[in-house]
């Protein structure tokens, strides 16, 4: 996995808790807590899970409850500072989603060994779209917390449904 994600997250702790809880996190993780990490670092998969785990137990939060904080940071504070570019001239949750896997081709070619969830959609009346998530890494509870933040970001309240461990309802407003 990218750096960024774990970036994103080491910010987010350290405005909510701060640098103390952030260290705490990482030593529960067995981690080096000057543990460096730059945006497109490749950070192991089981490292960036060690880090969410111990995220929920330092905080005494859900897996649900870090993915919908982590979600609504993403996508409201850290992507606007470094892809703001993806949020010009969309004005709804519905087509920023629905651009979200042309994105993740644009970003597998050119950042080397991204390797991005892709998505495909189906299209259920004007309201309902139904998103399929394609990755190994299993992670539709943060796939699901992203939803939340486009709809937060667009100050639209989006109901998100888990339908399965790979397929997620949304419905529009």
Not at 53 to 66: A, D, G, K, P, T
Not at 112 to 118: D, Q
Not at 122 to 128: F, N, Q, R
Request: glycine content about 4%; aromatic content about 10%.
């Amino acid at each position: 996995m990218k750096g960024v994600i774990t970036i994103a997250l080491r910010e987010m702790i350290m405005e909510k808790y701060g640098k103390e809880k952030w260290e705490a996190i990482l030593k529960n993780a067995d981690l080096d807590t000057s543990l460096v990490m730059l945006p497109i670092s490749d950070i192991d998969d089981k490292i960036v899970l060690k880090i969410i785990n111990s995220v929920c137990e330092i905080l005494n939060i859900s897996l649900v409850q870090s993915a919908d904080a982590f979600g609504e940071y993403w996508v409201t504070v850290y992507a606007q500072k470094l892809y703001h570019s993806y949020f010009i001239n969309v004005k709804t949750a519905k087509e920023f989603l629905l651009k979200m896997d042309l994105v993740h081709v644009i970003t597998t070619k050119n950042i080397h060994g991204a390797h991005p969830p892709r998505f495909e959609y189906e299209l259920k009346g004007d309201k309902t779209l139904i998103m399929k998530y394609k990755s190994e890494r299993n992670l539709i509870d943060i796939f699901v917390g992203l939803i939340k933040g486009v709809g937060k970001y667009y100050k639209e309240d989006l109901k998100v449904t888990k339908l399965e461990n790979n397929k997620v309802e949304i419905i529009f407003p």
